[in-house]
Structures are given as C-alpha cells and as structure tokens.
C-alpha cells in the first residue's frame, strides 16, 4: 500500500494550488482518503475527506468553501483544490487511507508535499 501526495509548491496569499494523492495497493471505493497538514510548531490537522462508498465529504471550519477535495477513482487519484490561499496554509500536507470512514484512525499515510503560501 503507498500513498503519494504531490502538486505543493509556492503560491501566493489569495491564489489556489491543487495536490494530487496516487495510491496503490488498494482502491478508491475500500478506503476513505484524507489530507492533512502540519506546520512547524502546530499539531497535524486534517482539512479534508472523501468517504469510500458515496465519495461524501467533510472538511473543518479552517478549510469550508475554500478546500475542495474530489477523486478518481479508475486513475486512484485524490485531489485537494485549494482557494484563497492565506499564508496560515503553509504547512507540510500529507494524504491517508482508512478502511472505516467513521473511525478517526487512518492506517496508512503518504510522504507529504510541501506548500508555501507568501503575502
């Protein structure tokens, strides 16, 4: 099983980046997909995800009308299109797979990509 999260990069405040998760080792329509992002200092914390079954969505206050997250399933691609980047963006942002969409532990995670928002 591998996730791989790429499309980070340099943006600037107000400007939109999208990220894009290919997995392996297993499908799109068994596993919940999450993104995540850590800035240095601050705890990780999730700002999207997709169920399997229905492709239903959830995303935090932080990310709500400016975080949009959508699949592929036949090309086992995730993508996170973010808006109006703020500069409280920039973090490392992963991807994660869980089995179990109403259980808050993933099982398996990605290398991140990193995103730079400049005012």
């Known amino acids: 099983v591998q996730l791989q999260a790429s499309g980070g990069g340099l943006a600037q405040a107000g400007g939109s980046l999208r990220l894009s998760c290919v997995v392996s080792?297993?499908?799109?329509?068994?596993?919940?997909i999450g993104w995540f992002r850590q800035a240095p200092g601050k705890e990780r914390e999730e700002v999207a995800c997709?169920?399997?079954?229905?492709?239903?969505?959830y995303y935090p206050a932080s990310a709500k009308g400016r975080f949009t997250i959508s699949r592929d399933v036949g090309n086992s691609r995730v993508y996170l299109e973010m808006t109006t980047l703020q500069t409280e963006d920039s973090a490392i942002y992963f991807c994660?797979?869980?089995?179990?969409?109403?259980?808050?532990?993933?099982?398996?995670w990605g290398q991140g990509t990193q995103v730079t928002v400049s005012s």
């Open positions: 080792g297993f499908t799109l329509d068994r596993y919940a």
């Open positions: 997709i169920a399997s079954s229905d492709a239903k969505t």
């Open positions: 994660a797979a869980k089995s179990n969409w109403y259980r808050g532990k993933y099982d398996y």
